[in-house]
């Protein structure tokens, strides 16, 4: 009689950011996202960096990738723009990889779910741009939140999105307003051919977007749903919901051996 093996957690790439601590350069990755991939029943896998010929072999260990927010922006050089403020943080580095390897990932049809600067990343790495300071575009909010005030209030709700119809967002919580924190000075401008809005704020930025001509799970956010995840029932279901599908995605291609 053969025993089935339990099944594995599912594993999430998570890709690190590049920062100098002291005199020396460490990968980095928030805690709170590590801590939201474990709530979504995954195993996070934090990851340095990639060079080209290494990145399709991570994907195969891989059955999600989450990409983190981060202090720094994207390199506007990657959608055809000079450095509008030198005072804000690059970090070349992470675009030089995460960049080809959201590509990847949506080809095989990995389970993509993007926080933040991952949001901007996603949409520049399909081919959208970005405003590098909404708070200076004629009728845009500012998103930005004050660094000054205690990390709570900085991660605190701060306005309304509009769910839109017929997208995942609409699929878990209908067509219906979410409140939301904001703590971004960068966001979409154009948008990506390939991507979807699912929710905008009431100044009309695009607060998320996904991928509906990839074959798998994506969906990718402006806010900060890692925050205080565990208590917060839209972080929730969205953690779950990503969780869902890259347990569906490991059954499908590393089902328990007996």
């Known amino acids: 009689m053969s025993i089935q093996k339990p099944a594995r957690p599912p594993v999430v790439l998570v890709p690190a950011c590049n920062r100098d601590i002291g005199q020396h350069p460490f990968h980095v990755a928030g805690k709170k996202y590590v801590d939201a991939v474990r709530l979504s029943g995954a195993l996070p896998l934090i ?26 922006n994207v390199h506007p050089s990657h959608f055809g723009e000079p450095v509008l403020d030198p005072s804000l943080p690059l970090d070349p580095v992470r675009d030089a990889w995460t960049l080809p390897l ?10 993509l ?21 909404v708070q200076s575009v004629a009728g845009k909010h500012d998103h930005r939140a004050c660094s000054s005030d205690p990390v709570g209030v900085q991660y605190g709700v701060r306005h309304g999105v509009r769910v839109q119809p017929g997208g ?17 000075g960068q966001g979409l401008n154009r948008l990506a051919p390939s991507l979807r809005i699912e929710a905008l704020a009431s100044d009309g930025l ?32 969205l953690f779950g919901a990503f969780g869902a599908a890259c347990q569906a995605y490991r059954d499908r291609h590393r089902p328990p051996s007996c």
């Open 47 to 72: 990851v340095p960096s990639a060079s080209p010929d290494e990145i399709a072999t991570l994907l195969d260990l891989a059955d999600g990738v989450l990409l983190t927010g981060s202090a720094s």
């Open 102 to 111: 959201i590509r990847q990932a949506l080809e095989r049809g990995l389970p």
């Open 113 to 133: 779910f993007a926080i933040c600067r991952g949001f901007q990343e996603l949409n520049v790495a399909l081919g959208g741009s970005l405003h590098q300071a």
């Open 168 to 184: 995942v967002l609409a699929g878990l919580f209908g067509e219906t307003d979410l409140q939301v924190n904001s703590v971004h």
């Open 206 to 237: 695009v607060e998320a977007v996904s991928v509906p001509t990839a074959p798998g799970f994506s969906l990718c956010v402006q806010w900060h749903p890692e925050w205080q995840a565990a208590d917060n029932p839209v972080s929730i279901a």
